[in-house]
């Protein structure tokens, strides 16, 4: 089976750019979230879907991002404008069902640098 | 306070070797908690599920404390390919949903020859 779906891998782009990043989760996970990860803050949520839906949103840091998931195959994750501040790997997850047991997978991650 | 705190490390040791890898939480509401490894500019994955009464994986032993809130991690007879970052992850669910997972920064193992 296909794991979770992540594009690009890697995206270099300057300052004030958009930037999308898209997932593929695993067939039939109702669940997905979007994490960021950087040296300094670890690994962070920043949103989280079930069914589609988006759950919380808190960890968004700010207006400039935006996440959404028209369907249970697809989900985006976008940065405008982008900022060097954004640069960090950007993980896509999805999980089984319901229930606080519950484990996640993970994408490979898309490595964003903003210049 | 951090909600998840690990020992950064980095835990040099010899192949072989037993080491042990602690974690603290704050949020005493907390239902579930796991260990996941993450290998060098890869994705984490998951590692174990730990369990009240304490559960072993192979050579992996994982225990909870609920009353200190604390997570244990032991890796017994060390191997080269041990080597990663081991993170401490817990997850406040609230009725019954998934709520989410927080992780903690990790703790880096190296396992030398």
């Known amino acids: 089976d296909a794991g979770v779906i992540q594009s690009p891998r890697h995206e270099v782009t300057e300052m004030g750019q958009e930037v999308t990043l898209r997932c593929k989760p695993i067939s039939g996970h109702d669940y997905l979230f979007w994490y960021r990860q950087t040296m300094m803050r670890g690994l962070e949520l920043l949103i989280y879907f079930n069914n589609n839906v988006p759950i919380d949103d808190s960890g968004m840091p700010e207006d400039r991002f935006s996440a959404k998931m028209p369907n249970a195959s697809f989900s985006t994750l976008k940065i405008q404008p982008s900022e060097p501040r954004d640069s960090a790997v950007y993980f896509c997850?999805?999980?089984?069902?319901?229930?606080?047991?519950?484990?996640?997978?993970f994408g490979p991650g898309t490595r964003l640098t903003v210049l | 306070r951090k909600e998840v705190e690990q020992d950064p490390g980095p835990f040099n040791v010899p192949e072989g070797a037993t080491v042990a890898f602690n974690c603290t939480y704050s949020n005493s509401a907390s239902q579930s908690f796991f260990w996941y490894r993450q290998d060098c500019r890869k994705e984490p994955k998951l590692l174990m599920s730990v369990y009240s009464s304490g559960n072993e994986d192979g050579r992996f032993t994982a225990q909870l404390n609920r009353a200190s809130q604390y997570i244990s991690l032991l890796i017994r007879d060390s191997k080269l390919s041990d080597s990663a970052t081991y993170l401490c992850?817990?997850?406040?669910?609230?009725?019954?949903?998934?709520?989410?997972?927080?992780f903690g920064k990790g703790t880096k193992l190296s396992v030398k020859p």
């Open positions: 997850a999805s999980s089984p069902g319901t229930g606080a047991g519950r484990s996640q997978y």
């Open positions: 992850v817990v997850n406040v669910g609230y009725g019954g949903s998934q709520g989410n997972l927080i």
